[in-house]
């Protein structure tokens, strides 16, 4: 499958985005999706998560309470609302695709096999 991430942007520290992943594959419901992210001089880091089904939601405790993830398996698209952005947000936020129901690891990037381009969002302060 094939992920195609945008929504990135500038942003004031407080405000808010909306990402979205495209994905290529009609079997888009049969993939545990999620969202990662990278900031300059870090490693990259689980955000959010999403079963199948769309049933069950995971957070980073960093963001929980800010962010929401959410998909829509019918245009087969992956959201990730964030509110009450701040600076320590500001990374490349990658979406990434697992075949099947991935429940222990999904907080693991190696448990993902499908990884889309990245989308840049930079909160100022």
């Known amino acids: 499958v094939q992920l195609q991430a945008s929504g990135g942007g500038l942003v004031q520290a407080g405000g808010s985005l909306r990402l979205s992943c495209a994905a290529s594959?009609?079997?888009?419901?049969?993939?545990?999706v999620g969202w990662f992210r990278q900031s300059p001089g870090k490693e990259r880091d689980f955000v959010a998560a999403i079963r199948r089904n769309g049933g069950g939601t995971y957070y980073a405790d960093s963001v929980k309470g800010r962010f929401t993830i959410s998909r829509d398996n019918a245009k087969m698209t992956l959201y990730l609302q964030m509110n009450s952005l701040n600076a320590e947000d500001t990374a490349l936020y990658y979406c990434?695709?697992?075949?099947?129901?991935?429940?222990?690891?999904?907080?693991?990037?190696?448990?993902?096999?499908?990884w889309g381009q990245g989308t840049l969002v930079t909160v100022s302060s």
């Open positions: 594959a009609r079997t888009f419901r049969s993939y545990t």
């Open positions: 990434a695709a697992a075949r099947g129901e991935i429940i222990t690891t999904m907080r693991s990037q190696a448990s993902y096999e499908y």
